[in-house]
């Protein structure tokens, strides 16, 4: 070992005959170790590797993230050995992981962890091995099976199925035929099969035949927008292209056409859709052109599932990643294009720590490993859409349907003079149950749309006004009739329903439902339409791995007539057969306590809408609301996206909101409200000196959504022009600042959500 003094001034040791890796471990310390690399490692131990090193008095798992000749300890531990077949991260990837976490003010191992399916990252995550059973070459032919019929006939049986379906893992062969394993074995011993152990893929998408596909002709529209995406593949110009396109009007068929142009380059790609449920069918969609190239990445795999898919695409067996938000990471061989559609979708955010959005950070990968992205939704995010509008994106618009149908027709409903009329509150209107009862007539289908599950919003008192409320959240109670319990969709409690009012000096027996979930309009409709076959779609009827393919399946073949859903249902499924749209409730989102409550009403109606007159028949969307006349409702009713923008841009820019600043979060919980006001104040004081002067904080203040699961939450927020010295000042004064007793604090960098 030799000593010298580095180009920082700082006393190094030169380790002669190997290598020093810098390693992140799997701790939350948000810093980089140095270990030796010993001769016998040299060639396994690479960047993006995972290794086990000493760590104190114990051995931990950690990841190889840089390579260097010398170090500035002088005690430097050794690897104790690799694990795993390879690095598992890609050098690309971890600088984008770097990027992530100093942009999110996140500990960079917490970004590897979240880059790293658990699948991937589990110390017992293996391959699956099973017996292979092939036909020995030149052992049998069909006279010898016939020969075998009569004295073997299971053997026969065995041979015949080999002959046609090729070699055949042990466990599936014996269950299709139903058979023992005694005579697959009698016939190794006769030398007529071989019998070896093989890895088993597990495959999520075995047992489903899926139709082979040709592209199809582009409209011109299309045309365009694919030759600006296939100029952005082969040279990056442009780098990113927001594709603008109305609903039906062939988005996934420009991606699939610029996927298969990637192909021919040598190139791979990513295909990001927001919700697990829109999944199967872009799988399906894509699986047909492409067939298995493309390996699926989402949290309804199971564990073995998400582990062997990974590696097919690590190994370059699978070119083409579909999945949800953390299919981002997917370790895509020389990729090429990544799509991200429906990129105005909330989900592409994270709620747990790194508070990464999905699209933003796509378009740094594409950056760091020089691929074309494309951003596509047929109501883009305002923030998308500003930087199209000013040159940092591409623009691309497919302003009309697929073969030029129409859109369909949208009417709006005014509930207020619908309970004026009727004299109480209808969950389906009277022009919503004529249109359903026509459409059942005439044998085509209707999605109702509502973006609240459970029964009942909630139980109120009509005597004494009790609401019942979750003691943990300060929110209501939903009423779940089925289970006859009430439920806390914020922290996940239920207890049973009361029987009479909780409230002391009341004690009325009678509790009145308020507010409607997806569980009641199913009551409803199936009491109105009691020869209609009806189905529910949320998060309550698809807890089951298979639920979204049976249910959207039985959709698909007509065995269902009528599906409620919540928003899982609002975008991106393409059902010919489906010409009305009812929209309950077109308030749940519009009067939440958040700047953007505007935009996402517009959002949804829209999507929504779009699921209507997508075959030979003009859809129609009927739109409940007691606040018919607000912009965000009479924009989706004439389907004015940019008129919408161009309002809803200035208002944002007059109050200094994103697009024109960035949005930090910085959320504080804890079971006392006194430590969060102190906590809270002291942090805003002494963060305002370290900002830039055009910055604005404001708070502390409590969050809109007070208290969850039984702690305060209070806020501040600030909005910046520059977000570098922002996050630079936080990352910093965080390290140094001590909380109150049990106080808990959160950032969120490009916030979506101030609930």
């Known amino acids: ?38 001769p016998r490692l040299d ?42 077949r390879g690095p598992l991260i890609t050098e690309a990837v971890l600088k984008l992981a770097h990027w992530i976490s100093e942009y999110y003010i996140t500990p960079f191992e917490m970004v590897v962890r979240t880059i790293l ?43 015949a199925y080999l002959l046609s379906h090729g070699p ?61 995406i296939q100029g952005s593949i082969r040279c990056l110009d442009p780098a990113a292209v927001l594709l603008h396109g109305v609903t039906g009007s062939g988005k996934t068929e420009v991606y699939m056409q610029a996927l298969q142009f990637a192909l021919e380059q040598g190139k791979g790609g990513i295909i990001l859709v927001p919700e697990i449920a829109l999944t199967p069918q872009t799988v399906e969609r894509f699986r047909g052109r492409f067939g298995d190239q493309i390996a699926v990445l989402h ?213 009145r439902f308020a507010g409607i979930g997806t569980q009641r309009v199913e009551e409803v409709v199936s009491k109105l339409f009691p020869k209609a076959r009806v189905k529910r779609m949320d998060s309550d009827t698809t807890i089951r791995k298979e639920s979204y393919n049976e249910i959207l399946g039985g959709f698909r073949s007509g065995k269902i007539d009528v599906l409620v859903g919540t928003q899982m249902i609002a975008k991106g499924l393409h059902y010919p057969n489906v010409t009305l749209v009812g929209v309950i409730n077109a308030d749940t989102v519009l009067h939440m306590a958040d700047f953007r409550a505007g935009e996402r009403t ?35 009713r004439r389907m004015d996206y940019e008129g919408f923008c161009d309002q809803e841009i200035e208002f944002r820019r007059e109050l200094s909101y994103p697009p024109f600043t960035h949005l930090v979060c910085i959320t504080m919980r804890g079971p006392s409200e006194g430590h969060l006001t102190y906590g809270g104040t002291l942090f805003a004081k002494k963060l305002k000196p370290l900002m830039p002067d055009d910055v604005i904080v404001a708070g502390p203040t409590p969050a809109p959504l007070e208290k969850m699961k039984g702690l305060y939450r209070y806020q501040i927020m600030v909005r910046a022009h520059s977000i570098r010295p922002v996050t630079a000042a936080i990352r910093d004064l965080l390290k140094e600042f001590k909380w109150p007793e049990k106080v808990r604090c959160a950032v969120d960098v490009d916030a979506l959500s101030i609930m």
């Not at 099973?130 to 016939?146: M, N, Q």
């Open 168 to 228: 055949t893992y042990m466990k599936d062969l014996t269950k299709r035929l139903k058979v023992a394993n005694s005579p697959v074995r009698e016939l190794k011993k006769k030398g007529l099969v071989d019998i070896a152990s093989s890895v088993i893929r597990r495959n999520p998408s075995w047992g489903r035949e899926v139709v082979a596909t040709e592209p199809h002709a582009l409209m011109p529209q299309q045309s365009e927008a694919l030759k600006m």
């Open 602 to 636: 517009f959002q949804l109606l829209t999507q929504v809408a779009g699921r209507a007159g997508r075959g030979d028949v003009t859809g129609e969307v009927i739109v409940q609301t007691f606040t018919p006349h607000h912009p965000a409702v009479q924009a989706a």
């Open 299 to 511: 949290s309804h795999l199971s564990t073995g599932e998400r582990h062997d898919e990974w590696y097919r695409i690590r190994d370059g067996e699978a070119r083409i990643a579909i999945g949800a938000r953390s299919a981002l990471f997917a370790p895509v061989r020389n990729l090429g294009l990544i799509v991200v559609d429906e990129e105005h979708e909330n989900s592409y955010k994270q709620e747990e720590a790194p508070r990464y959005n999905a699209r933003d950070v796509a378009v740094v990968r594409g950056r760091i490993e020089r691929c074309a992205v494309v951003l596509g939704s047929a109501t883009p995010s305002i923030e998308s859409y500003h930087n199209a509008l000013h040159g940092k994106y591409a623009l691309a618009r497919l302003p009309h349907r697929v073969d030029h149908r129409k859109m369909p027709a949208l009417r709006i409903v005014d509930m207020r003079e619908e309970v004026e009329r009727e004299g109480r509150v209808n969950v389906l209107s009277r022009d919503l149950r004529d249109a359903i009862e026509s459409r059942l007539q005439h044998a085509e289908q209707t999605i109702l749309f509502l973006n609240r599950r459970g029964f009942a919003t909630s139980l109120i008192c009509p005597k004494c006004g009790y609401v019942a409320e979750c003691d943990q959240c300060s929110v209501s109670m939903t009423y779940h009739k089925k289970a006859d319990e009430l439920r806390c969709h914020i922290c996940g409690v239920y207890r049973r329903v009361p029987a009479r009012c909780p409230n002391r000096d009341c004690n009325d027996p009678a509790f």
């Open 117 to 159: 399916p658990s699948a991937v990252r589990h110390e017992q995550s293996r391959f699956k091995e099973g017996l292979l059973v092939s036909i020995r070459e030149g052992a049998t032919a069909p006279r010898s099976i016939k020969e075998m019929e009569k004295r073997a006939p299971r053997q026969a049986e065995i041979l």
């Open 43 to 84: 060639s396994d131990v690479k960047i993006g590797s995972r290794v086990l090193v000493p760590f104190g008095k114990r051995k931990v798992y950690g990841y190889v993230v840089s390579l260097a000749g010398s170090s500035p300890v002088s005690n430097v531990k050794e690897i104790i050995d690799t694990v795993g």
């Open 1 to 38: 070992m030799i000593s010298h003094v580095g180009s920082n001034g700082k006393l190094e040791y030169k380790h002669q005959m190997s290598e020093i890796a810098r390693v992140v471990v799997d701790l939350a310390l948000d810093r980089e170790f140095d270990y030796r690399v010993p």
